[in-house]
């Protein structure tokens, strides 16, 4: 993609999901260690779910906590999403979604959850119509 | 190509160093990496939408109207085989592209037809569990939760559906084109839409089922 001579680096920009040639061995090891990876966590937060093992209150935390590692874990050895330089713009996009996901569903709850808290219960606004 | 040349090229690899940029810029980016980009930006967006349906739940999940909640409704077995039916699915899809980097034309299509009957397995359970709750009269229009709860999950469902009309006509254009380069562009993007399905697959599995379920 490059016309300089000297230019022995990868090219400036890599698609996302693209891995660039690598030995195949190496590349299936990759996928391996995701799938591995992301059957532990997905164990982990089923198994958690179900039991009483732990402090109850800290269950919805920690299968929250082990969603968000999944999902990275699902980036980085499915997607292929890395921090490298050629890797920025893809990051850069990512990182705009998260703050829009992050902005509509922080939002939406905190909103809902201050209307619901300062609304006055349905029947005696039910009463004041009549 | 002077300052290049004395310039490594990770120093600066995306030319932001001014002037530089304008006067000897290699034109546009290769098809593969403007294609792969763009469908990035879409599926962004699809995951901000789902984004929305998420919010909408996460305010309405206590709103049962009398009606039974998910903890009543939710079978965590089945959930389980769901998510490992997709989990696999994303293995091979990754086996796939492999292959096809290699021009492995018969690992390709076995690669592709296991992720075909594993996604089908997922939307096959996903309808039955879907039937039962209309059977039990938790239909979408029971109560405000169910609505939400069917918008989500239904929504992810028809995005699997139609990602399993995608990999078929993939596996065709395979097969009779080739490894063509417009073809392997084509396997990128669906590479990319499969493998996000699973992630927002993950975040509905945690935030509606798990912790619907229990707790």
Redesign the interface.
């Known amino acids: 993609m490059s016309d300089h001579v000297h230019d022995v680096e990868k090219p400036v920009d890599v698609a996302p999901g693209d891995e660039g040639e690598g030995d195949v061995r190496l590349r299936l090891l990759g996928y391996l260690i995701g799938l591995g990876l992301a059957v532990l966590l997905t164990a982990t937060s089923f198994f958690i779910a179900g039991t009483d093992l732990v402090w109850q209150p800290s269950i919805p935390v920690a299968i929250i906590v082990l969603a968000i590692a999944q999902m990275g874990v699902h980036l980085v050895f499915f997607l292929h999403i890395t921090t490298g330089p050629d890797n920025a713009n893809n990051v850069m996009a990512l990182a705009f979604g998260l703050l829009i996901v992050v902005l509509v569903i922080g939002g939406s709850l905190w909103i809902m959850a201050n209307l619901n808290h300062n609304m006055m219960p349905m029947d005696q606004l039910m009463q004041m119509q009549r | 190509?002077s300052t290049?040349?004395t310039m490594?090229?990770?120093a600066d690899?995306?030319?932001v160093g001014g002037m530089r940029a304008a006067t000897e810029h290699?034109g546009p980016?290769?098809k593969?990496?403007v294609?792969?980009?763009g469908?990035?930006?879409f599926l962004?967006?699809d995951?901000?939408m789902f984004?929305?349906f998420?919010?909408?739940y996460?305010?309405l999940v206590n709103e049962t109207a009398g009606g039974p909640s998910g903890a009543q409704l939710f079978d965590?077995r089945s959930v389980?085989i769901e998510?490992a039916c997709l989990?696999?699915s994303?293995?091979t899809c990754?086996?796939a592209?492999?292959s096809a980097?290699?021009r492995r034309q018969a690992r390709f299509q076995a690669a592709m037809a296991t992720t075909c009957v594993l996604g089908l397995a997922f939307l096959a359970l996903e309808g039955r569990e879907f039937a039962d709750f209309v059977a039990r009269g938790a239909g979408p229009t029971r109560s405000a939760f169910l609505s939400a709860f069917f918008t989500l999950v239904g929504c992810h469902g028809l995005h699997v559906s139609a990602g399993i009309l995608w990999l078929l006509t993939m596996m065709a254009q395979v097969y009779a084109k080739g490894f063509r380069a417009d073809i392997q562009r084509r396997l990128?993007c669906f590479?990319?839409f499969w493998?996000?399905l699973?992630?927002i697959w993950?975040?509905v599995?945690?935030?509606v089922y798990?912790?619907g379920?229990?707790?």
């Open positions: 190509m290049a040349a490594p090229a990770h690899p995306h030319h290699e980016a290769p593969r990496i294609t792969g980009y469908f990035w930006i962004l967006s995951i901000v984004s929305c998420f919010a909408s996460a305010v965590l389980a998510t989990l696999l994303s293995f990754g086996l592209t492999i980097d290699i990128l590479a990319l493998h996000a699973d992630i993950v975040a599995f945690s935030v798990l912790l379920s229990g707790v």
